[in-house]
């Protein structure tokens, strides 16, 4: 054996100082591994369902008979449903079980999804996607607050949230190459179909794999509160809906709006003098929750409104087929998975303000470069590097989002935090397409012209507030977010 190395003592004579041992970076069990990858396949195929049948909308209108002005009620259906009983199924996850509520969301997934699949008139399809929104509802916060609580607060919870969060933008791409494939292949029924088997194998995998978590006390369901803040959310998606659809002055779309906005000012007043509220007035106060979420908004408004008006881009102007748009959305799909595995790590290391912070200034400037794109087809190249370049971005702020949200709060409150955070992410995805679509429509009407040239310059504004947006969202959040430092956790706060 060889000598152990001498270290020289000091001049005063005194033992050296031992170094530490390096702490070994925690892994994953077995078990965590497998409950990680039911979880994240699950919320993959709900990440799926939001896209899928947005470029085979045009050829179900023609096989169902939907008239043409009432294509979009088979996404508003889903976004109603989805957005507006997030919140309450992530309050019933927490009394009931999240384990129960996300194998029932499931259930009705997989059978919502057949019957989607067999529908034989327009009725029958868009009960369907109601049903479909319904099990979103349940399935993603009871599927987040069971993987928060699968991974204590630390570098595995955000390893998991990151790549859960990667997995999530990388379904809506996905579902935009998958639609465009199962309708040119077979048929867009596939779009349903393809949940099935997928759903089958969750729900007989769940009961062995998944370890349940539920609150030791049960109280009552605040009644008020569900029905206020339900109705507010699905009134106000339904106005942001409608506002892409017949513009921001319509009268249905501002009395929805105005409805809405009453009836979520009526909640805060009601969770305020609740005996067992529906969500604690102690967590909407909580600075993490508020400037998370708000990153959270950011995120999903700008890069899914950017899909939006670049599919615009590739089509009107560049003259891009349904499914070689959604095959160029592949690069940018590839960048949110690696933003997604190095979102985790960022916000271990840097922290989850700076995270935030750098991965909104990377969207921004990758975004503005977009404001360049011409009419030549050789503007692809750059399309598919500042897609890709901005999609690490927007990884790195939704990891942020989701591991600022759900931070410094005992496992009793994760189904309602992750419940908040979804129905962040469904309003989002609501809310950002049609706002683009005004400011990209305002300024086509201005020119007075419907050409592709006249698309590129409204798409070329959208783009330039869309880059606005999510740099002036990031500095504000990362400027009001609490300091902590990397690898400091803060201990759960009760009231």
């Not at 129960?100 to 499931?106: I, Q, Y």
């Not at 470069?369 to 500042?386: M, Q």
């Not at 429509?441 to 419907?450: E, I, K, V, Y």
């Amino acid at each position: 054996m060889s000598a152990p190395s001498q270290t020289p003592s000091c001049a005063t004579g005194s033992a050296p100082a031992t170094a530490a041992p390096p702490v070994a970076a925690p892994r994953m069990t077995g078990r965590q591994k497998l409950v990680l990858a039911l979880l994240l396949g699950a919320q993959f195929m709900i990440a799926v369902d939001f896209s899928i049948l947005n470029v085979a909308l045009p050829v179900v209108g023609e096989g169902l008979g939907f008239a043409l002005p009432d294509l979009q009620w088979i996404a508003t259906t889903f976004a109603l449903a989805a957005a507006g009983f997030t919140l309450l199924f992530g309050r019933v996850a927490d009394l009931v079980g999240r384990k129960r509520v996300f194998m029932g969301g499931m259930v009705v997934l997989g059978l919502s999804s057949a019957l989607g699949g067999l529908a034989t008139s327009p009725g029958v399809l868009l009960t369907a996607r109601v049903l479909q929104g319904l099990a979103t509802a349940a399935v993603t916060p009871a599927g987040l607050a069971l993987l928060t609580t699968a991974f204590k607060e630390g570098p595995l919870r955000e390893r998991a949230l990151g790549l859960n969060g990667a997995l999530m933008s990388a379904g809506f791409t996905a579902g935009a190459v998958l639609g465009g494939l199962l309708t040119d292949l077979l048929s867009w029924r596939w779009a349903f179909f393809v949940n099935v088997p997928v759903a089958a194998l969750v729900v007989a995998l769940a009961p062995s794999v998944i370890t349940d978590s539920r609150p030791a006390a049960r109280p009552r369901l605040d009644v008020p509160g569900a029905v206020t803040v339900t109705g507010g959310l699905l009134l106000l998606v339904y106005g942001l809906t409608q506002a892409g659809a017949t513009g921001w002055t319509a009268p249905a779309t501002l009395a929805a709006l105005l409805a809405g906005a009453a009836l979520l000012i009526g909640f805060w007043s009601v969770e305020k003098r609740a005996a067992a509220p529906l969500v604690p007035v102690h967590i909407l106060k909580r600075r993490s929750v508020i400037w998370g979420n708000v990153t959270g908004l950011t995120a999903f408004v700008t890069e899914t409104s950017l899909v939006f008006l670049l599919t615009l881009y590739l089509q009107e102007v560049l003259g891009y087929s349904p499914l070689a748009t959604g095959l160029a959305f592949g690069v940018l799909g590839i960048g949110t998975v690696i933003g997604g595995t190095l979102g985790g790590r960022a916000v271990g290391r840097f922290g989850n303000r700076a995270t935030i912070v750098t991965g909104g200034i990377v969207q921004a400037a990758a975004t503005l470069s977009l404001v360049a794109l011409g009419t030549s087809g050789t503007w692809i190249w750059l399309l598919l590097a500042a897609t890709f370049v901005g999609g690490v971005g927007n990884m790195l702020m939704i990891v942020g989002f989701m591991v600022t949200a759900t931070s410094g709060l005992p496992d009793d409150e994760q189904g309602l935090a992750t419940g908040l955070a979804t129905m962040t992410q469904q309003v989002g995805i609501t809310l950002g397409i049609p706002v683009m679509s005004a400011v990209a429509t305002a300024r086509m009407s201005g020119l007075g012209d419907s050409g592709p040239q006249a698309v590129l310059s409204g798409v070329a504004v959208a783009i330039l507030v869309n880059s606005a947006l999510v740099l002036a969202g990031a500095l504000l959040a990362g400027g009001l977010l609490g300091r902590r430092r990397a690898g400091r956790y803060p201990r759960p706060e009760r009231p």
